[in-house]
């Protein structure tokens, strides 16, 4: 069986030249003769990996000095709380801005620990842009304001960083992070699960301006308490070895096809190749504005209901695979992160001339 386009939201497909050194390394890393799976993560072989992948995230990411680097278990959803206990520093409110299923579900997680104020929120017109940054109304007591970098079932993403002046911006980059350069000094803290851009699930990136931590709330566990992580370097509890291998190679991977500038270029140009075919035809419809559209998440629908299961059934066949929608808000979605190869998004869009010509 060839390996498939998959379109998957996550976890997602990873790069084949990653899955081919893993799998030569399975049994025995490098002259270790164990798996990475069996080793310790305080011995010295596991101590190698992790801090070369910090290292390389460091330089991709341009990360500052005065920025922890925390790898978790936990996930996007598990940091919607953790996020909340490490950083309200004594502070009883928070500021969110909702674009989407995914800050919408962050903003009702921190209610449990802090008074939510939603600054802004496009829910009322179904998540099909971001409102302008003029019209947030941020708390004089919020502790920090959140948003969501790109809203993964939706489609909707922050082309840039919004200037919110001295306020503390907190992102959630699970659905975007790497996939272009980011000024990481503008945020106080960053995001993610590693199952849609990075590796494999199970491992939760934090990245943290130092200067924020000490002010957990009194009950948050260790083992999410940020500041006792980031003096541990994430070794407070065992984190999760093979997943942080898996980055650490994908890291690597990065730096070889020229960093995130690369990236950007390269899923630029597999966004605009699909949203083009999609604009050009009265078949397919999107409904994000233009202006906020996701690189990664591309959500569109087809005219007819009954259309969608000859739609998968089709892509399946060429194997292009799970393009269905979100459940939440169906239709159909293609997430091309920086795995997905040109190739996969130039056979998609042509199975969608295809299936337009004989359904249309
Ligand atoms: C997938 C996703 C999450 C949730 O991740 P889990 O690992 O399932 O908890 C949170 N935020 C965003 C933006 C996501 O894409």
Redesign the pocket.
Known sequence: MPRVHNFSA?PAMLPQEVLQIASEEMLDWQGSGMSVMEMSHRGPEFIGIYERAVADLRSLLAIPENYKVIFLQG????ENAIVPMNMLRGKSEIDFVVTGT?SEKSAQEAAKFAKVNIAASAKADGFTHIPAVSSWKQSANAAYLHI?Q???IDGVEFQGTPDIGNQILVS?V??MILSRPMDVSKYGLIFG?A??NIGP?GLTIVIVREDLLGGALAYTPDVFNYAVQGKADSMYNTPPTYAIYIAGLVFQWLKKRGGLAAMQAHNATKASLLYDALDASDFYKTKVQKAFRSRMNVPFFLPDEKLYVPFLKGADERGLLQLKGHRSVGGLRASIYNAMPLEGVQALVSYLAEFEKSHG
Do not use: I, P, V
């Open positions: 996550g996930g996007g959803l598990g995914w969501c790109n809203e993964t959630d699970s659905s699960g199952q849609k699930a």
